[in-house]
């Protein structure tokens, strides 16, 4: 599925928090969206959602972007007194997709017949990420898909993110952790002050981390005493 960007504007008051994004995602191809806390990233994507009114364009190659559009939030939210299972069941409901072989599919292990909202941080990010997975979507948004999930399930994500690109999907990922970014992306935007200051393709992920450690350490250390 492939996405165009233009122009992208949001504001909350006076607060301008993008100032004009423009970017282009294609099938089969993993984006990272980095930036500092603040920086925007979840507003961009609650826009692309279409969960926040802003100016600009977005354009799908086919059909409606929400229709095919998974979108694993920061902190996924779950109505009290519904299962993991019926979670899982409703989202399949939405994408009309089978919802048959829960069990088998349940590839985190979740206590599938426990409240969703009583489940730990780390396991309401993997029900939210199972839930768009089953709906078989073309785009997925995964903010901070890696916050709060055990070693394990971080490798699982790592490879799952992997199996989407190689179906043609299309991923568009926020993460603090470098790493897992370096693992997963094709490209990484860099989004600084409501707009998109760099545009990073493999080969250069090496020297973004370097310049970011520099950044973000330098001599910041030097006058603390402990
Ligand atoms: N509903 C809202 N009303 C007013 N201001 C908002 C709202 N949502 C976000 N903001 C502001 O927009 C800016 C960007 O926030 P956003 O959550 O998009 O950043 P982020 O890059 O996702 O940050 P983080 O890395 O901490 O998750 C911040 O200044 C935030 O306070």
Redesign the pocket.
Known sequence: MNVEVRGLMKS??Q?E?LKGIDLDFRSGQVYGLV??????????F?CLAGLEKHRGSITVDSGRLKDRLGFLQ?EPYFPSKLTGREYLRLFCKARRVPDEGLDEQNVFDLPLDRYAQQYSTGMKKKLGLLAVLLQRNGFFIL??PFNGVDIHSGLLITEIIRRLKGEGKTVLI?S?IFSTLKETCDTIHV?NEGRITETIGKDEFDRLEHDMVAFAVGNRLDALRF
């Open positions: 909350f008051g607060n928090v930036g500092r806390n603040g920086a925007g990233k979840t507003t961009f609650n920061t903010d901070e926020s603090h989004l």
